[in-house]
């Protein structure tokens, strides 16, 4: 087969993705026009989704070290000591545009990518969790995405053999042209057994490992670097294919391997394939790498050279290898029934040299490749402060009727038939099933240890002011992974926006940044991995600013764990963290917005002093066994808190505010850094040394009501049957997928 000698046009150029001064950059680089092959690698590389080009400058003001912190950003996953020689392997990254096109794939190799992620660093995967948002529910495309991403995360996680324990599924019309599918994986590994990606060594094999290379998803991380339009079909191509049965061959296969001290690095082929995953090695560890595509295990006939290098077919991963123990290692791979091919070698050039067919078809300086993409500062603006939200613009509707619209609500409604087409107990460590505050996993082997896991963000919020926003996902994060009983450790962030070539986008993404930064630093909540997704828009309409932030927090003692459903009847409800007034911010609250419509007002301000002296307060209660059931308040304010808190346990429970006068901000506002817990004693003791203590410290923790009953009777409101909540919160997904 001969080598087809492609011209390199304007328009070829552009269809790469790349601008004018972008190529002019490659032509300066190279000193001449770049190949076919090499404009695909150039392409892959320099893309926003490979690249951070348009968000390194922010990134790089995030907090991403600490005491426990191994390993932070810049590897496949962030690495955080738990003790005793263990540490917790995690990352979170978006597969939204791949899942618009092809939803069941696009989401299933999202679930296979960051799977590779935490076990390509030598860590057992242990714990799933998926960030999900879908446009308007009357949307014609709606349910079909829902089904096919659902579907898709189930059937890879499932199995591959990974519990799924928690996330978050949320419907906006601004979604209805670009679906989020934000992917978490966490995993166990000794802290003295991390693998990492950085070459070392001149004239070691390169050697190719799993599945075979296929023309699925060529081109797929520039298609994810792009805004949609009318001709989104034509992109279907560009969408990978999973198998998730070779992968779970793959984990076995490379844990094995690495146990035999072969593996010098390790990196996973995902976005851009052989060329990421090749450059990544190289340049990190200032070596070249030669690449000889004949060798390479293909699938499909007449692969050209560009394909070869741009495809993204799944379960594949590249790794410099100890060259004695090359016969062990391929006897490994041979067991699992998977490729082993040593395709290539380190040099000491800086050069990345592509052979196909006897021929050279790429030479480029590996450097520049990897390290020095281009870099934006590009123009942004803050926006304009949202106007104060004046109390007579406030709509009224009795709480009991709001309460039941906001639970039957599609973006507060059960999201347990969503759930339960995971596997959620798998490998038997599961200790909560979704739908509390955080999922929480014992620690295989440990006689004590159990780690927990939440993620969040309030998209209005952010819209409405991002840097409040981001502080408040970080804050509902941290305030989740506390209500269990654990101490946050960490966190890993997914980014996403618009076209950042927007000014007002850009702004957007810079507030968000700035206000994550700040909460981390005040929480001590270090980001120690992540993802951005840019030019989540199809026709110029951008989706919210939807930065979500995973977490993980630590239960030393796991016997110490908390849930979110009343306990038992005839126990004191306390609200930790009422503010003066009882909280009562209104501004871009769900109450608003399920319940008339409104995306109005401020979000409500996030003092993260306040979040840090409050969440360690509820954690050492919980720590000294004090309280039997925690909760935290998020979306829908207190009303809400108290009905999940009901559905959760079928036990209801009376709320006696003898002084209330206007029940609708107190119920409904979203006031931050509040919890409900109960506590199983009458002691008048106890109550008066918790009242003391948290007014000591800034806040107060009143006595509110008590559990018990059949019925939810909150002061000022008509009483509701603790069915009627289960059947509002239980029906709205069911039927509408059914209809």
Known sequence: MSIPNIPITDELVAAHGLKPDEYQRILDLIGREPSFTELGIFSAMWNEHCSYKSSKKWLRTLPTTGPRVIQGPGENAGVVDIGDGLAVVFKMESHNHPSYIEPYQGAATGVGGILRDVFTMGARPIAAMNALRFGEPDHPKTKHLVSGVVAGVGGYGNSFGVPTVGGEVEFDARYNGNCLVNAFAAGLAETNKIFYSKAEGVGLPVVYLGAKTGRDGVGGATMASAEFDDQIEEKRPTVQVGDPFTEKCLLEACLELMATGAVIAIQDMGAAGLTCSAVEMGAKGDLGIELDLDRVPVREEAMSAYEMMLSESQERMLMVLRPEKEAEAEAIFTKWGLDFAIVGKTTDDLRFRILHLGAEVANLPIKELGDEAPEYDRPWEAGEATAALAYEDVPRTPVHEALLKLLASPNLSSRRWVWEQYDTLIQGNSLQRPGGDAGVVRVDGHPT???????????????????????????????????????????????????????????????????????????????????????????????????????????????????????????????????????????????????????????????????????????????????????????????????????????????????????????????????????????????????????????????????????????????????????????????????
């Open 449 to 739: 240890k159990a780690l927990a896991f939440s993620c969040d963000v309030t998209p209005r919020y952010c819209e409405s002011d991002p840097f409040e926003g981001g502080k408040q996902a970080v804050a509902e994060c941290w305030r989740n992974l506390t209500a269990v009983g654990a101490l946050p450790l960490a966190a890993t962030d997914n980014l996403n926006f618009g076209n950042p070539e927007r000014p007002e986008i850009m702004g957007q993404l810079v507030r968000a940044i700035q206000g994550i930064g700040e909460a981390c630093r005040e929480l001590d909540f270090p980001i120690v991995s992540g993802n951005v997704s840019l030019y989540n828009e199809t026709n110029g309409r951008a989706i919210p600013p939807t930065p979500a932030i995973a977490g993980v927090g630590l239960l030393e003692d796991r016997s110490k764990m908390v849930r979110g459903g009343f306990a038992a009847e005839g126990e004191r409800i306390l609200l930790i963290g009422a503010p003066e007034g009882w909280g009562t911010h209104l501004g871009r609250s769900a109450y608003l917005r399920e319940v008339h419509g409104l995306d109005i007002g401020p979000p409500p301000p996030v003092d993260l002093k306040k979040e840090r002296i409050v969440g360690d307060f509820v954690r050492a209660l919980i720590q000294h066994g004090a309280v039997t059931a925690v909760h935290d308040l998020s979306d829908g304010g207190l009303a809400v808190g108290l009905a999940e808190m009901a559905i959760a346990s079928g036990i209801g429970c009376k709320i006696n505010l003898p002084w209330l006068t206007d029940p609708l901000p107190i119920y409904f506002g979203e006031d931050q850094a509040r919890y409900l817990v109960t506590i199983s004693t009458f002691d008048e003791n106890l109550l008066r040394d918790i009242g003391e203590e948290a007014r000591e410290l800034g806040f107060h923790a009143p006595w509110i009501g008590e559990t018990g009953g059949d019925r939810l009777n909150l002061f000022g409101a008509d009483a509701i049957p603790v069915a009627d909540l289960i059947a509002a919160h239980e029906s709205w997904f069911p039927q509408f997928m059914d209809g």
